[in-house]
């Protein structure tokens, strides 16, 4: 849908309405399950370079990590602990991705505020979002907050005329696709730990 003029915000509004009739509120999302098969994705990294997960997990597997844009402190903090221990979880063999709904531009302010060297993607149209059952659609409360507070601009840092946010959550993939480890919980403040990555990585 493309707007200009004076109808652009009434066009986002309305794009944003009828994607949300088809998208889960953060509580009715629940996140693929353990022994699930994942649907192989791929996508653009910081690097406009096509990250393959059939690729990656022909080397290892790998550690999923979803998280809202590079305007969240929580998201942030959560990234900056991975890269401390980026060494420790790729000498188990694994690679890490970390995937938001946030074009490349933002990916880079992720870059300079966590110091990541591992692969950052761009969920383009929140396919993979879906696929994991993380997407869900914030209240218009906590998208101004954001926007206000946090300088968060995402109808700009997003794919399309719609704002949805992925549940923060971290899922292991093994080598033949099959989720064997999850952290998922509806509230953005909980989060993996380095030290329960790691575990499952020696399982």
């Known amino acids: 849908m ?28 629940h996140g693929i399950d353990v022994g699930e098969i994942v649907t192989p994705f791929s996508a653009q990294d910081q690097h406009d370079s096509t990250f393959v997960l059939v690729d990656a ?3 290892g597997p790998v550690v999923v ?3 809202r844009g590079q305007w969240c402190p929580y998201c942030n903090r959560h990234l900056s602990e991975l890269q401390d221990n980026l060494n420790q979880i790729e000498e188990k063999g694994a690679t890490i991705v970390a995937i938001s709904p946030e074009n490349q531009e933002a990916l880079g302010k992720t870059v300079e505020k966590t110091g990541a060297q ?6 383009e149209n929140y396919e993979i979002c879906k696929d994991f059952d993380v997407l869900f659609v914030p209240t218009n409360a906590q998208i101004a907050k954001y926007d206000s507070f946090l300088n968060a601009d995402l109808w700009n840092a997003h794919s399309n ?12 993939i093994d080598q033949t696709g099959v989720i064997i480890w999850r952290q998922f919980d509806q509230n953005y403040k909980e ?11 020696e399982l």
Do not use: H, N
Request: glycine letters at 4%; a positive charge; hydrophobic letters at 50%.
């Open 2 to 29: 493309k707007c200009k003029g004076l109808l652009f915000l009434g066009c986002m509004l309305t794009a944003f309405v009828g994607f949300a009739q088809k998208t889960k509120s953060v509580k009715k999302t």
């Open 57 to 59: 997990l022909a080397k």
């Open 65 to 67: 990590v979803f998280y």
């Open 118 to 123: 591992f692969t950052l993607l761009f969920d």
């Open 161 to 172: 005329e719609t704002v949805l946010l992925p549940v923060p959550a971290t899922f292991i």
């Open 191 to 201: 989060r993996s730990t380095i030290e329960e990555i790691l575990k499952q990585l």
